[in-house]
């Protein structure tokens, strides 16, 4: 399994959700993706969140 780096993908901004940690370059918030895996399938939350990819999921 290849090893990557979580702060290339997420990213805390004072101005954004009050800096709460979200996926970089989206409002959406990483908690978010987090509690959707575990009642969705990988290709169900890449429908809900077309914007990310499978590697980024």
Avoid: F, N
């Avoid at 702060?7 to 993706?33: K, Y």
Wanted: glycine fraction near 8%; hydrophobic fraction near 40%.
């Amino acid at each position: 399994m290849k090893r990557h780096d979580w702060r290339q993908r997420i990213v805390g901004d004072p101005l954004m959700h009050h800096g709460e940690p979200c996926i970089r370059g989206t409002r959406i918030a990483g908690a978010v993706i987090v509690a959707s895996l575990a009642d969705l399938a990988v290709d169900e939350l890449l429908q809900r969140y077309p914007q990310r990819t499978r590697e980024a999921v």
